[in-house]
Each structure stands twice: as C-alpha cells, then as structure tokens.
C-alpha cells in the first residue's frame, strides 16, 4: 500500500478493511495546489473519491464539509435532478474524518466514464460550461442561503479587495512599487466598478443566491464518449454570493485563449462571449430581477478588475499568497489581466454599448 494516506484514514471509510492492505488501489487525482485527491480502488467496492483539505486555504474544514451536506441534502430532499457525487460516511453518520496529525478527510462517489477540459476551444464548450453552472444556481433557487458558511470571508467582495490594493500601496518593496506605478494608476482610475458594486451589496433588487465562486470550464465533469455534462465538482467555494461571480469568472477565463502568465494579447473572442452570456442567461432568465438582466455585462468587468487588483496586492506585499515561479509573475499576471479588461471594456461599448 502507498504510505501517503494513513491505514486509518482508509479503514474509516472502508470498513471492513483488514490490516492486510495490499488489495487498496491508490491514484493521485489533479495537481494537488489545493487539496489532495485520490481515487481509490477496493475488491468489490465502488471506486470512492478521496480527498485530503488543505486547512492553510480553508481555515475550518468542517463548515466546507457542512456546505457541501447542506446543498447535497437540499437537492436530493427537494427533486431538483441536480446531480451532485454522493458523499460517503466514516460512521455517526459523519462525513468529515480527522487523522491522528490532525488532517481532515472526505470521500465521495467516484463518477465513471467523466473527463475534465482544462480550456474551452470551442463555443459549445463554453456554453455548456455557462449552462452547468447556471444550473446548479437555479436548482438551489428556494434555498436558504442562511444555511450556507461563508468559508472563505470577503472572496468576492470587490471593496475589500479595493481596501487591500489600498493598503498594499504603503509597501516597502519600494522598487516594486516603482516598476508597478503606471498599472496601479490605471487600476485606481477604474474604482467607478468597486462603486457599482456597492450599489449591487446594498440593493434589494441583487439578491445572494447559492454560487459556486470557481467556475470554470476544468469544474466540469463532461461525459467521455458524448461530451456531455454530467455536473460541476469542486463545492469548496460554494457561498452566498450575486449574479455576477460565476458568469464574471467564466467570461474571465474562456473569452481569451491567453492564458494569466501569457505575454499574448487576450483578445475577446465574440462567439465565446455570447455562448457564455447566452448560455448562462437561457437558464436564470426566469429568476433574474430586471436590474441583474440590465447589468448583465458587468459581470466580467467587475471579475476581471477584482483579479487585476489581487494579483498587484500580492506583487506590492512580496509575493505572499500566489504560487510565482520568478518574481515579476504576478506583476505579469497584472498586465494580462488589465488587458484583457480593457480589451473587454472596448468590446462591450462597440457590440452592446455597455459602460460602467
């Protein structure tokens, strides 16, 4: 057996696991930047999902754990046809375990037949990525978001990632801050959208509904041989959360085929925008206030703008929360960013004379 996950850890959600532990499978799932996974393998069991929490990330493990009962049980109690991975329990009818060193683990159904795309190259992808997370909203429509922890406080909250940017700006690392001048400019000439967001926290006609907050195309499960969506994964972000986040990440990340650390100029390709836009909007149509459907397009704006403004914050503090690979990437990440906001900025008042 592989020593990397302790026996005991298996055992819980394995019961009649024996001491002799050679008949365990064990494969590594994904790239690990956040939380370890694993697919895992036992005679004549179902295949499981295993997956160790990163608490660094998320603080209390057990809330991401109780979000993710509650809308499991709320979809499966209520009908909703939402397909969600089945968790698995390690008794008491406890789903979250806590190893000896103090890790968490959970496990959850294995879906079969399923492959993940880690890029969107053709607008039927992205629309049907849209429509899987609008989806998942409009199935979690009536329930009450009070239920749901906030799991990671502020993750979306454009005026404290203003209020950060702010801060960052008192930095020591004064030739950062010398190198980095004309963006943080650019940046704060643009506070108008973290005005608008105010507008959106403050006003009854945008409300919170359930949001996934990490949409994006590589959180779907897509059918191996019919291409078809099973159903988005990665729950940890599910929070309380407006129209914009979801639909603002996916026109973030599948408008441009640069990638965050290209150099190449991240033009906006209509065909995607519109996929996503339409997709998303074809199934909430029916439970968007009109204010959310009048300010449909400022939903990659404000996205986009917020991951300008985290990218310099961390670059001004030295480089404290994202993963670099040499010190001017999140300087680099910036510019991108920037661009392709200001790209967006220029599409939308040329196709649909939209201005914030």
């Known amino acids: 057996m592989q020593q990397y996950i302790p026996a005991k850890v298996l ?47 998320f603080e209390n493990p057990e809330w991401l754990q109780e979000n993710y009962m509650q809308i499991w049980q709320y979809a499966e109690s209520e009908f909703t046809g939402l397909r969600l991975p089945a968790p698995l329990f390690c008794g008491d009818l406890r789903t979250l375990y806590k190893d000896n060193q103090g890790h968490f683990w959970r496990a959850f159904e294995f879906i079969e037949n399923c492959k993940t795309i880690s890029t969107a190259e053709k607008p039927a992808q992205a629309k049907a990525t849209a429509r899987a997370f609008a989806r998942f909203t409009l199935a979690l429509e009536e329930m009450n978001t009070d239920l749901l922890k906030e799991v990671i406080p502020g ?20 030739e950062r801050m010398a190198i980095a001048i004309d963006l943080v400019k650019e940046l704060k000439e643009r506070e108008r959208y973290c005005h608008f967001f105010e507008i959106i926290t403050s006003s009854d006609e945008f409300p919170q509904r359930v949001m996934h907050h990490d949409a994006k195309i590589s959180n779907v499960l897509f059918h191996e041989k019919t291409g078809k969506v099973i159903c988005p994964v990665d729950y940890d972000t599910v929070m309380p959360g407006y ?9 973030r990340s599948m408008t441009s085929a640069a ?32 204010s959310e459907r009048k300010y449909i397009h400022a939903a990659g704006l404000l996205m986009i703008y917020m991951q300008s403004l985290r990218f310099l914050t961390d670059y001004l503090n030295g480089d404290i929360y994202y993963q670099v690979s040499h010190e001017s990437e999140n300087l680099e990440r910036t510019r991108n960013q920037l661009a392709l906001l200001k790209n967006l900025e220029h599409f939308l008042q040329q196709e649909y004379q939209f201005v914030i």
């Open 243 to 251: 129209y914009f986040s979801d639909l603002g990440d996916m026109i």
């Open 259 to 290: 990638e965050e650390n290209q150099t190449a100029e991240p033009v906006i390709r209509k065909a995607f925008y519109e996929a996503i836009v339409t997709g998303y909007t074809d199934v909430l149509g029916g439970i968007l206030t009109a």
């Open 155 to 174: 993750f979306h909250d454009l005026s404290l990632r203003f209020r950060q940017f702010e801060a960052s700006l008192q930095t020591e690392l004064y």
């Open 11 to 57: 055992k819980a959600f394995i019961p009649d696991l024996q001491e002799e532990t050679d008949s365990v499978q064990i494969k590594r799932i994904g790239n690990g930047l956040i939380n370890h996974s694993y697919q895992i393998s036992y005679r004549q069991l179902p295949d499981f999902f295993l997956q160790e929490i990163n608490t660094t990330v």
